[in-house]
């Protein structure tokens, strides 16, 4: 039997046995570790708030014939906040969806457990759109999951910037306003495509820092949603009814 202890936050839960639970955890560098938590559901368990959703822990797993049991899970951040409105809710669990379907198997980067942290602090604490947040979690999500779309610079004749260019949410190619005009694509204004690029390029701790209107962040959203639909080959039922639910 292995033990080991380890950062990580839960993604999802599903209830068993009388009173047990078992928790999917995204770990800052052993990938998404399901584990089963005795007891866990019993409101006097020491593993009731460690084990419950977007809990952020050091746990203490135990591993025999790769099957863990989480023994303790000391709580540093529970992320109250998302529950402010049913809309930030929903958008953390579409967040820790995508991460469970976009996580390479066997990949033990840490930067997927920093982007979801680091998105859920700001949906709780900041001003910030949730728009932005959304867009800037899913385009850089699929960038470092190995589906970075080609936004350097027209993909037909080379050409950086123009002030309108199009997107293929397809295939993740940016095109000039003079190569774009033949295909049937989105058209997208340069203060986007800089935001993409500012998006998949910058360095990590920057990667929220930009600002764009409403519009624009409208248009940024439907791009960044519907090439991360397109790059992971999967449908999310959250999106749906995030659109049901919001303004937007
Ligand atoms: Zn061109």
Not at 228 to 237: C, D, I, P, T, Y
Request: one cysteine or more; glycine letters at 4%.
């Amino acid at each position: 039997m292995e033990k080991f202890t380890i950062d990580g936050i839960v993604i999802r839960t599903s209830v068993t046995g009388e009173a047990d639970r078992i928790a999917w955890v995204l770990t800052r560098d052993r990938g998404i570790i399901r584990a089963f938590a005795k007891g866990a559901r019993g409101t006097k368990s020491r593993l009731h708030g460690g084990t419950s959703l977007f809990a952020y822990c050091n746990f203490s797993f135990t591993e025999k014939n790769n099957a863990y049991n989480i023994s303790e899970a000391q709580v540093k951040e529970v992320f109250f906040d998302l529950r402010k409105s049913m809309e930030t809710l929903t958008l953390a669990q579409y967040f820790c969806e995508v991460i469970a379907k976009a996580i390479p198997e066997k990949c033990y980067e840490e930067v997927y457990l920093r982007l979801l942290l680091n998105s859920l602090h700001l949906l709780c604490k900041s001003d910030k759109h949730e728009l932005l947040i959304k867009s800037v979690f899913e385009l850089r999500l699929v960038s470092v999951a190995g589906y970075m779309p080609s936004v350097v610079a027209c993909e037909n004749c080379g050409e950086y910037l123009t002030d309108i260019m199009y997107f293929n949410c397809q295939t993740g190619e940016l095109f000039c306003s003079s190569c774009g005009k033949q295909h049937l694509l989105p058209a997208v204004p340069s203060s986007v495509v800089s935001a993409m690029r500012h998006i998949c390029f910058s360095d990590f701790s920057k990667i929220f820092s930009f600002e764009l209107p409403e519009d624009m962040l409208l248009l940024l959203n439907r791009l960044t949603e519907n090439y991360l639909r397109s790059a992971l080959g999967q449908e999310f039922k959250l999106l749906s009814y995030l659109s049901e639910i919001n303004k937007y």
